[in-house]
């Protein structure tokens, strides 16, 4: 499923980090008297070859369109480099087959490793490991149990996706009076769900029209989706809005509505799957927008990676170290900007 717990750090896109930025070099201590021209001096980071960089990448298994995207945004944004080698690993949701990849990746010394764990607490031994022998981490999405286990922290925000799903339906139906909502989440043994759950109770706050009448909690597979949604639908004869938490299990969510011949209500999603894309954009039914959970945070996490290994930091910022977490926003994709987040869909 995708998604982790997620650290709320700086927000950025997640094309902040992307591979047009210009990256500065990374310093410390530097004069006050220092000014702009000293730093347009120092080498930047771009598209051109630089240092040669070996990247070892220890993703999941790809059990989950979310998680395969990772894997591919990784591989494909490494390809884009003449200067950086990939290292991946087969992917594994076993943590003790995940260490030992991990391991062997520290064994071959790569420059840097980009680590999405299966067990961000399990895993943070090894990312621990890989710091004390030198090898910058960029840990991807599932956090560790230590900040010293990882030098830069990218991810998801999961509360940020309950708070702005709840906004785009409170805003939709601000005129309606004595509103109606439900929320097909996810698994409600991870923090992940509880913090988009929160979110969204956060945000429904702001609209004392609307009250949330229901909440059934998914497997973030589709056969959950239809099953979980059927229950809802029986049991909610007049609903306004549904917020469900991942579009993979939406897929059966969908599939339960039109079964029961239900469009009497608007839907939003969340993560950005390719179907839920083309649905929005068809605009042929109740799913009206979806809220991102970016995938292309691996193909950033490569690139903080390459920084890393050249020396550089990030462009735009005064800083000339790359920062300790990235934080990606969770934008609302409706048909307004759909065509614009179209080629990033998961399949």
Not at 101 to 109: A, D, M, P, S, Y
């Amino acid at each position: 499923m995708p998604h982790s717990t997620s650290r709320r750090g700086l927000l950025f896109g997640a094309a902040a980090v992307s591979a047009g930025a210009v990256l500065t070099g990374c310093t410390s201590n530097e004069s006050k008297d220092d000014d702009s021209s000293a730093r347009d001096d120092r080498p930047a980071a771009d598209d051109k070859p630089g240092k040669e960089v070996t990247i070892g990448f220890a993703g999941p298994q790809a059990d989950h369109g979310w998680l395969n995207a990772i894997n591919d945004n990784a591989k494909e944004r490494a390809k884009k480099y003449e200067d950086v080698t990939l290292e991946a690993t087969e992917g594994s949701n076993d943590t003790a087959a995940q260490i030992g990849q991990v391991e062997t990746l520290i064994n071959k010394k790569v420059d840097v490793l980009v680590i999405l764990p299966a067990d961000g607490k399990a895993l943070t031994r090894v990312g621990l490991k890989a710091m004390k022998a030198g090898i910058p981490v960029v840990n991807l999405d599932r956090i560790f149990a230590s900040a010293q286990a990882y030098r830069c922290w990218i991810g998801g925000d999961n509360y940020g996706m309950g708070l702005n799903a709840g906004h785009y339906i409170g805003e939709k139906l601000k005129g309606k009076k004595d509103a109606r909502v439900v929320e097909l989440a996810g698994l409600d043994n991870l923090e992940l769900t509880k913090q988009r759950t929160k979110g969204f109770d956060d945000a429904l706050k702001n609209y004392p029209n609307i009250e949330k009448v229901a909440r059934q909690a998914a497997e973030f597979t589709v056969e959950s989706g239809q099953a979980k949604m059927s229950q809802l639908l029986q049991a909610q004869k007049d609903i306004d809005a549904l917020w469900n938490h991942d579009d993979d299990q939406g897929v059966g969510a969908l599939r339960a509505i039109k079964q029961a011949g239900r469009d009497d209500f608007l839907m939003v999603g969340g993560a950005g799957a390719l179907s839920a894309f083309q649905e929005i954009k068809a605009d042929r039914g109740v799913l009206k927008a979806t809220v991102l959970y970016p995938p292309t945070m691996a193909a950033s996490a490569i690139d903080l990676a390459r920084a890393l290994g050249q020396g550089k930091g990030v462009g735009g910022l005064a800083e000339y170290e790359i920062p300790a977490s990235l934080t990606l926003y969770s934008a609302v994709v409706d048909k307004d900007n759909v065509d614009q987040y179209m080629s990033t869909g998961f399949k």
